[in-house]
């Protein structure tokens, strides 16, 4: 192929997408065995917590300064043209639990840009101005089907709801047990082993993915967040020890409160489903078939990253959902459709349970210093 030519990415058309066998028997007992864990979890507690990603690192303010003159399959829905807006971004643990942060775990990346125009995906957000990413320190998520997560799902709720305290104690992050634990129960055999990503990385220095496909207007992505600026591609790979329960947070508080960093929002398009498919989001992507290919920059100024005020907004308040968005950015595979379902329902008992409004920001300034 000659330098110049353009790959011929995959359209997003019908049949892109295909439902699996019983997946939405698959989805609903998903759903539910993930409402009982919240209960359980809103009892331990006395608090409704997120049934994933229930430990925040850091809350920060930027902007998102999309490039301009970006190529057409680039130039696509949010990207059509060259714009600021002002963004939230929440740093945080993959389990749906408070768990010191000595315990290793995927982690992941919100980004919630404000002011984009046009109507949203789902009808009940279909007037707000917010779009969201969610995205995690690896580019695969191993249960990349809804029947694997579905079986996972609930081996995780038997050992969350029917094991003693010192057992969940040796569960490293969601989906990942350690040896000791399930020997303790006796079901080794039933729970696939899953090595969190590099987990003694920087957080700071971490490249962070879209679980899975997602539509990017004519065509088929993934998205990623990457460091830009020296300061943050200096911890890429970095290895840290973390000895203090908020040890993460601690580090996020201290790096912004001397400096400021920039990250690059990428694409990787889809060329091929068979190579790049769209309802196994266990399979990495080739990117010597298809590079990230850069959008825009995400810039942060210095400040504090954590203040009692920010917290709760995060932790209470807002959500997010990567289904929160413009229809050309709609999620896509059986372990995108089973979040529908499973975002809503946690969001609103989360909430309701905490006797907090749920906030969809019109304004960078609603998000306290």
């Known amino acids: 192929m000659p330098p110049s030519a353009t790959p011929a990415y995959v359209r997003f058309a019908d049949g892109v997408e295909q439902e699996q066998p019983n997946e939405q028997q698959l989805i609903d007992e998903t759903v539910e065995s993930m409402a009982r864990v919240n209960r359980f979890m809103f009892e331990k507690n006395r608090h409704a917590i997120r049934d994933a990603h229930a430990k925040s690192h850091g809350v920060l303010r930027g902007e998102l300064h999309i490039y301009p003159d970006l190529p057409a399959h680039l130039a696509q829905g949010l990207f059509r043209e060259a714009r600021v807006y002002p963004v939230i971004l929440r740093l945080s643990s993959a389990p749906g639990a408070i768990n010191p942060d000595t315990h290793w775990a995927v982690k992941g990346l919100a980004v919630k840009i404000i002011g984009v125009e046009g109507r949203k995906f789902l009808p009940e957000q279909a007037d707000e101005v917010t779009q969201d990413f969610l995205m995690v320190n690896d580019t695969v998520i191993p249960t990349g089907d809804i029947k694997s997560y579905h079986d996972l799902q609930l081996r995780q709720e038997k050992i969350m709801l029917h094991t003693p305290p010192v057992v969940q104690n040796l569960l490293t992050e969601a989906g990942t047990l350690a ?61 840290v020890d973390i000895k203090e329960p908020e040890g993460w947070s601690q580090l996020v508080q201290e790096f912004f409160r001397a400096q400021g960093a920039e990250y690059e929002l990428r694409a990787q398009l889809s060329t091929d489903l068979q190579t790049m498919p769209v309802e196994d989001g ?66 609103a008992y989360r909430h309701h349970m905490n006797a907090q409004p749920r906030v969809e920001p019109r304004d960078i300034s609603q998000l306290p210093d």
Not at 221 to 230: G, R
Request: charged share 20%; glycine share 6%; aromatic share 8%.
């Open 179 to 239: 040896n000791q634990a399930l020997e303790a129960v006796g079901i080794k055999k039933e729970v696939p082993l899953i090595a969190p990503p590099h987990p003694k990385n920087n957080i700071l220095g971490e490249t962070y993915t879209t679980l899975g496909a997602l539509r990017f207007g004519e065509y088929v992505a993934k998205i990623s967040v990457a460091p830009l600026s020296d300061n943050v591609r200096a911890l890429a790979g970095q290895q």
């Open 282 to 347: 266990s399979v990495d992507w080739p990117q010597d078939q298809s590079p990230y290919q850069p959008l825009g920059r995400l810039v942060i100024p210095a400040q504090e990253s954590f203040s009692p005020a920010r917290r709760v907004f995060a932790d209470d308040q807002l959500s997010f959902n990567p289904f929160h968005c413009l229809p050309e950015h709609q999620p896509l595979g059986s372990i995108n459709r089973v979040r529908i379902k499973a975002y809503e329902r946690s969001t």
